[in-house]
């Protein structure tokens, strides 16, 4: 699979380390885009905290609307980093090397993108520390345990500083690489941040065993995690959360978007970082198989929450239900969101041609994300729409140019920390694709050398 | 009697193999003999000493302290304002155990990551006895002995095909 | 450290493996007929208890009766008609540890006609669709919900029976050709179609073997679904747990694995198949068995939270039916074999990485998962009004009589003298899969130690 031309460490130091060592032109000219739409967002942001959270689409009774969808939607994405890293890793899939950083990285920066939701959607934001801590001890008040809404934080700054913690570790032996190749005010601090590391065997021993440790730790976390923002719906009774398939149909739908944005990102650093000899067809057709698994199992889950939906025939559901696929346009996002998330990537994956294909795989990847997005807006939105019993409570939603900025700024944001983080640190781990080579071997089977790998 | 170090560069991993290999029992304890790598080798490749580790309790400890801590604050904080909200319990232990299930994991991979640290024995300070091209695909062979034994410990390097022998 | 020359792994060769395989297959232990006597009695005596309950009917005040038959069913359909998924899904995921016992798991498929065969007085058990909730919503009763179950049910079973004789072709030929005049010789020459061993043959059988397994891999949530909601939900009133389904999908995994390790660990004791059940294979499930025990978990709280939480009366009733009342103790117990123990365990590497450990916790878990099917179906058997809004009254926990055990023993003894029967047909050790394997493994001396090289045929 990975049977390609050997790398000398040299030339791995040499390639890999490009960006963090040189500052290309294009680099400087993405980030300065980047940052006019993140700093549009902001803008959009300090607007809305003046005028109120009436200059975005919210309005009774649907006040969960774009922010909570995109909240969702970078939890959901976070997941691939534990996705591709632990569990790939657990399972001794080779083909994880060139991608687990960006992956986790992704993961990182996908969680602060989220938890910055939250805080934009409270309004203001500055009374969300009445909310977390007791003001005064007058007050007589902690937040309430009991709430699935004081669970979300937890849960997520949980992941986050294991997700850092695990790249952190995992940087340890690439910072020394970078700490030996600087020079001037880079080295000390290089040096520092490596914490003396020199490569002995006690060091790689724990550093697999640290891997293999974090990997079975974290697993149960990302599980947890996408869990719990499920809870925020499933434990209420507005009509069509009130399920309990919420839980694994979130988490299989994060993994579903989360691969496919790493997919997406492998594919862009690919061009962009001229990865060529790290990133092959055979690493995005591992992705896409893995793809059509979780994607099959998500629509299982799909088929299971609309089945169950009508089980009971409640009134209620069944007008949930239908605004959601038969009245426009919610029908009609409806139908973009089917198509994008299943019927026209999953088909397309099958076919071999497809999955080895970098340009037929970022648009599928983007396509599923697109669907993702509005899945979760479809679960939210239309519930609220018609969460109560009496028609005059019917409303409807349309989200705000504000809106739409923020949800653009944040997805500039995580660009930018990722391409912030690949000056200072290399997306691909060298450590890992080195101990990859090392590993190469083959099995003369007749006429024919079968690529095979050193087992420990 | 001081001690000093020899470290051996070597661009042929199969060199360093051999010189760890014929060497064994004979001149120099294998626990005075360290290998550096700027990657990983499968264990035992060069016939190391086997570090030992308790790395396996440290989550262990960090999830028990976390658990407590989890227990302590929601319960702590329900019973401290007592306010029922919902219908449920005070203490609920649902809701609470989701709590003290995320604390719980987070103790535990902090620790672990303590953990792997202190049995790296990093932070280090001082690099002491290094050389950057290890990070380049050099193999280091370090020797730590006695000042009087030291040319032997060269000469084991030089017999070995060190490329430089560096002293501390 | 110089090199140890005594450290140096070693294989056997493809022949090798099929000369000891053959020769183990053509003698028959007396032990064996032994086990096969003592399991056609117990099967015999699980007809005896269904013939008595047979004579109470299918009447709506007789329903109750059939409860332990359907969570003996669901028992049978979660542990060996799951193992072709494990054979399936360990062949996508090329795991070279697999191949010896592939074969087991894909020999289990011949249990499928029993479970076929009890699938039919369970659906006769269950009341008409009309007037309460059903999967089968307003379709007419007898098509939509009888022909509709034994339809994908049979589907199932004959996709997994085509799976084992497409796999097992190779080894009926090296049989034919091994015992060309005995009986087994000539129903093996049947069965092998004419396998010489082509380069063509091979490509059919390794796309087949994938695209069967993918079927069946599809298709068993797809009767899962319908076990769930045809034999639980749609008798409890006012239960709607979207989540049940793939509860059953996951526990059934779960049990897959573990009747694996605990077959494994049979055939190692008392059949003499050290040599191919070793460690590696032990090892190398007690993983998925531990990460399907906290799914297993997960799954069930994920079920329970909102219940809980929502609060609701239908909901509150439910729960006290299923955890916190009537079938409290059967929960608990379940609890404990499929998820305290198996974390607590399984957690330690000196358990995980050895023989015993695993196949202890399969063991347990086995009990467990018989446990927490009767905790699901007998329940919802147990309810007098499928109809009901909100179910009152709350039937209380029951246990099985004499006839519900003798149906429970004789269903599991009866899966386990069809296996047995069948790998005296069928070879339960796969040779071309091991054989396959070996030619795909070398040992290599890497620097200062040996060390095992496998490769990954495409």
Redesign the interface.
Known sequence: ?YYRRTLTEAQINQQLLGTVLTTPLWWIIILSGLGIIVAGAVSAVGFMVNQGLGVTGLRQPVFWGFFITNFIFWVGISHAGVMISAILR??QAEWRRPMVRAAETMTVFSLMASLVMPLIHAGRPWRIFYWVFPYDWARGIWPDVRSPLVWDPIAITTYLLSSTLFVYTALIPDLAIIRDRSTGWRKPVYGALALGWHGNPRQWKLQGLAGILLSALIL?VF?SVH?IVS?DF??S?VPSW???????YFVIGAVHSGVSAVVTLMIIMRKLYKLENFIWEEHIDALARLLIVVA?AWM??FW??L???????EEQEMTVWHLRMFEPPWSWLFFVFFMASFVIPVPLWLFRRVRRSFTWMLWTSLLVNVGMFLERFLIIVPALMRKGPMTFDYATYRPSPIEFTIIGGTIALVASFLLVFSKFFPLIPLWEEKEGQILI?????GNVD??????? | MANTQLLGLFQD??N??DA???Q?GNRFP?EDLDIYSGSP??E????EHDPEHRL?MVPLVGALIGFCIGLLWTAGTQISYPLVT???PLLSI?PMT?IMYENTMLGAIIFTVLGVLFESRLPKRDLGLYDERITEGYIGLLVDCPEERASAAEGLLTTAGAEEIKKA | ???DEHAIPSFPTHQEVAKDILERYQTVDQRYWRWISVLALLFVAGIVGFVLRLNEGFGEESRSNWGYLVATLSFLLSTFLAMPILSAGLRL?KANWRRPFTRINENMAITGLLVYLMLIPALLALPATEGR?S?W?DFPHWMAFKGGNLMVWGTLVLIGLSLLLLVAAPDMAAVRDHMPNSRRGKIARIMAAGWVGSTRQWRVLHSGALLFGAFYL?LY?TVQ?LMQ?DFQ?GLLP?I???????TAVINALQGAVALTLVTMYIMRRFGGYERYFGIDQFWSLA?PLLAFS?LWF??WW???????????PGESELLKLLILDSYRNPLMISFFLNFIGPLVALIW?PVRKSIWGPTLVAAGILVGGLINHIRWYVSAFSVEDPGQHVLSPIPAGQLPTASDALIVVGGISGCILLFMLISKLIPVISIWEVGEGL????V?K????Y???????H
């Open positions: 699979m657990l399972s149960p599980v869990s809870w499933g434990v009774l009130h399920v309990t398939v919420f839980a694994p099959s299982f889950l299971l929450d089945i169950f939906a009508l089980w009971l025939k071997d083959s099995v003369r089977v079968v690529p095979g790998l050193v087992k420990e | 991993t199969q360093v193999a760890m290999g014929k064994k294998v080798f499968p035992g490749s060069f016939g396996f919902g219908g449920k649902p989701i | 450290m110089a090199l995921a909730l999967v919503f599809l949530p679904t909601a939900a006012g709607k747990d979207a989540i049940a389904p793939a993983k906290l997960y799954f994920a079920s329970f939270i909102t219940f809980w939480y929502g609060r609701q590497n030619r795909l493994v070398k290599r890497f620097l200062g130690r060390a095992i090289v496998i490769a990954k045929s």
